[in-house]
């Protein structure tokens, strides 16, 4: 028999066949660690290389757009200033959107079906008519912003900046948002 201290510095007694086995499994550990690490290293480098990064579109890129195919679907525009164009019947859906600045921009008739517009700025924004259906306009800065016969079914709106109230007010009666 052989004493072993175990993680808690206790005593364990086992035989030295059992010592061998443990030993064993030691060494397979140690190895399948090794592989890990390396495979883990390997995702990474693809993850932090040019490829697979998510690439943030730009103002330039998306007046681009705004000339050929009015079409911003799937797209990321994170952090983008997008401040005073026009965007009307645009397609936004499922686009990443977050921290964008659309102030005083028209997007009437735009599509923003499953879109985040987290955190954007929408001040002084013209929504008459978008389909918000399922976006996520938590924490969005709507303060002049035009809502008049938008969809905003099942979406996330900034409630804790803007009573709700005010919100539907805009929808129906076509005024800006006051907060």
Do not use: H
Not at 25 to 52: H, L, N, Q, V, Y
Not at 141 to 160: C, E, Q, S, W
């Amino acid at each position: 028999m052989v004493v072993v201290l175990n993680r808690n510095d206790k005593p364990i007694k086992m035989s030295l066949m059992a010592r061998r086995v443990i030993e064993e499994d030691d060494d397979d550990f140690e190895e399948d660690a090794e592989e890990e690490d390396e495979i883990r290293s390997e995702i990474r480098g693809d993850i932090d290389s040019d490829e697979t990064k998510p690439k943030t579109l730009t103002r330039k890129e998306a007046i681009d757009i705004l000339q050929t195919t009015r079409d911003f679907s799937k797209l990321d525009f994170r952090k983008a200033n997008l401040a005073k164009l026009d965007f009307s019947n645009c397609n936004f859906e499922t686009s990443n959107l977050s921290y964008v600045n659309f102030k005083d921009s028209n997007l009437e008739g735009c599509n923003f079906a499953n879109a985040s517009l987290w955190n954007a700025n929408l001040e002084g924004a013209n929504l008459t008519r978008a389909n918000l259906e399922d976006a996520d306009l938590d924490y969005t800065k709507l303060r002049g912003a035009i809502l008049y016969r938008a969809n905003v079914r099942r979406a996330t709106l900034p409630t804790d900046l803007i009573p709700r109230d005010e919100i539907l007010r805009s929808i129906n009666e076509g005024t800006k948002v006051n907060r």
